[in-house]
C-alpha cells in the first residue's frame, strides 16, 4: 500500500491550506499526523471508513476538518485559520478503525508534507 501526500506549503498565520494523500487502494480508516521541529509525531485527525466517525486533536478541532472521497481513494485535511504552531511535516495514515488510528495504531504511513506558518 503506498500512501502519497500533497499540498504543503508556506502560509502566513490564518491563512488555510487543504492536504491530500492518495492511497494506492482503498481502505478503512484514514488519517493524519504531524511531527514539528524537535518534537514528537502526534494524531492530528482521523475518519472512518464510511466517513461516520471523526476525530480531531483538541489543539486543531474548529480549525481543521478531515475528510474522503472514496472514489478517487484520497483523504483530505482542511486546514483554516493556521497558526505558527502547525508547523510541522504532516503525514497521512491508514489503519482498521478511525478509534484506534487516534491512538496511534497505524497500519500504513505515507511520506510527509511539510507546513510552514510564518509571517
Known amino acids: 500500500v503506498q500512501l502519497q501526500a500533497s499540498g504543503g506549503g508556506l502560509v502566513q498565520p490564518g491563512g488555510s491550506l487543504r492536504l491530500s494523500c492518495v492511497v494506492s487502494?482503498?481502505?478503512?480508516?484514514m488519517g493524519w499526523f504531524r511531527q514539528a521541529p524537535g518534537k514528537e509525531r502526534e494524531f492530528v485527525a482521523a475518519i472512518s471508513r464510511y466517513a461516520d466517525v471523526t476525530h480531531y486533536a483538541d489543539s486543531v478541532k474548529g480549525r481543521f476538518t478531515v475528510s474522503r472521497v472514496d472514489a478517487k481513494n484520497t483523504v483530505y485535511l482542511q486546514m483554516n485559520n493556521l497558526k505558527e504552531e502547525d508547523t510541522a511535516v504532516y503525514y497521512c495514515?491508514?489503519?482498521?478503525?478511525?478509534?484506534?488510528?487516534?491512538?496511534?495504531?497505524?497500519?500504513?504511513w505515507g511520506k510527509g508534507t511539510l507546513v510552514t506558518v510564518s509571517s
Open positions: 495514515a491508514t489503519g482498521f478503525q478511525a478509534t484506534t488510528l487516534a491512538q496511534g495504531t497505524v497500519d500504513y
Open positions: 487502494r482503498s481502505m478503512y480508516a
